[in-house]
Structures are given as C-alpha cells and as structure tokens.
C-alpha cells in the first residue's frame, strides 16, 4: 500500500487528462485544442506518458495515431476514473457555453435533413463554441470510424452492434411511397400490382441503406421490384418522380414537405417493419461529459 501511494505522490496527474484527450482525438493537434494546450506540450506529456506505462500507446498512422492494445485496454478504466475525479471535484463536467470544441459525427442526407437543422439552432443558441464535423458512409464504416475514434458519434439504422458500441433508440420509424398522382388514374390507390410493375428510384449507399428493408418485406411476398434509378444523395430524388412513372419508397419522415404539384405521398401496398433510428457511441466515451450533452441535444432536436 505504501510502495502505491508512494507512486501515486510521484505521478502527474494531469497526464492522464493529456491521455483521455488522446485516446478520443486520435491527433495532437485536435488534443492540443481540446486541451488548450500547445501541441509540443502534448507531445512531451505523451512520452511522459510511454515512460510512466512503459507502452507506445500511440503510433503514428495515416491521418494521425493508431492506439496499441494496451492504450484500447485502459480506454474504458481510465475514462471511468476521471469521471469520478470530475464527480469529487463538484461535476463540472461541460459547460456547454463557454465550450470550444469539435464534435465527429456521421449520417446520411436522411439522418442530416432530420437531425441537423433543429439541432444547429440549438447549439448556436446555447453552445456556439461548438463546432461538427459531418460525414457519411455505409453502415460499417460508421461501425469502424467510431471504433477506431475517428467519430464520436453516428445516427444510423444498424442490425447489430460490436460489444464495444452502444446505442440509444431516438425514434421509430416507417415507410411511404411518393410518386407522380398524374400517372395514377382519378381517385385510385396505389396497388401491390402496380407498385411491381412500375420502375423504382432507391436512395442508397454502398450497403443498401433502408433499402435493405423494403426489399427484405417484398422477398417475403416472393416478390422483387425493378429499381431503374440508384442514386447515392436524397435531395434531387423527389424531383425525378415527376412527368414519370417512377416510384420512390423512403423513410415517412424524409417525405415530410415533399408534397407538392407533381409529387404525392401514399402508404406502401405492403407491410414493411418500421425501424428504429439510433444514435452510437463508442464505451470509451461513457465518461465524456460533452458527448453526453450532445447526445441530449440530439435528441432534443428529433423529438
């Protein structure tokens, strides 16, 4: 006990704080002004740190540093004392107001069209020292971002979570068709019949995207459709609906605001599971006090 505390008197505690930024920045120069710190000082701090642990922790890769095992292990016990010491100190954790930081996040022109205007106004109003980084990829390469810390955080549609990852529901979702009313006749619904015979846009990355899930509920009818437009970005897709007979199956609150001359939402003429729209973290981040305020905000902007 006594050879511990001993060790515990010699050590800088501030160090650790230096390793936290770290871990989540991947980079020195982002840890340096997460820290406010310059960026030779962090770098001194991280070989204080590789002498005090006797590991690498860090090693130089493309864009910035690839943790070793031994940095991935203390991710979680380090994130986790450092939250108690924040706790003891009087939990001040983020404040929000005077904050200056850089947040990653990925999604895609859906999750984007849904979450981001309500939650700029948001942090404009009350944290403008916040700054986002947004990107899109395909489902596992948001899974691989947050799990090699370049993303603090990614809404998505996700089947399954490696055991690192978590995830929170932010709402549950359902399908609707748009389509030109023009090229059905006066007062008819859309029909199962005319919805395979018709062609399709799919909005849709590499992976499929949603629409893994409306071709799932069709295989199940023993059914499949003709997708005659594939394009990677939501915005233009209503657009190429009209003058056609071009069908397009989306999320129901991508469509919201989409009516209009040439343009007209109506149910599937199938059942389609709904879908829950999540926001994922890494464990590492348990302990961060400005992830978990953005995570409120995020889903303070969806509800």
Known sequence: MNNIATHLRSVDLNLLVILEALLAERHLSRAAKRLH??????????????????DPLLLRGKGGFRPTSRALELARPLAEALQSV???LGGAGFDAASAQRAFRLAMSDYGAALVLPA??????????GIDLVIS??????????????ELD?????????????????????????????????????LSLATYLARPHVLVASTDGGMAAEVDAALAKLGRTRRIAVRLPH?????????????????AQRALQGCEQPGVMVQAPPFAIAPFSFELVRHHRTDGDAGIAWLRAAIAAAVS
């Open 153 to 189: 955080l990614a809404l998505g549609v996700f089947a399954q979570l490696p055991e690192q990852l978590h995830s929170e529901v932010l709402f549950e979702e359902t399908f609707s068709c748009a389509l030109d009313p023009a090229s059905l006749a006066a007062g008819e619904q």
């Open 136 to 149: 899109s990829a395909s489902r596992p390469a948001m899974l691989a971002g947050l799990q090699d810390g």
């Open 86 to 88: 924040r706790c003891v």
């Open 234 to 250: 939501w915005t233009v897709a209503p657009e190429l609906l009209k003058g056609t007979d071009l069908i397009l199956t989306v």
């Open 119 to 128: 939650l700029l106004c948001r942090l404009r109003a009350q944290a403008p």
């Open 37 to 54: 710190m310059s960026q030779p000082a962090v770098s001194h701090a991280l070989g204080r740190l590789r002498q005090l642990l006797d």
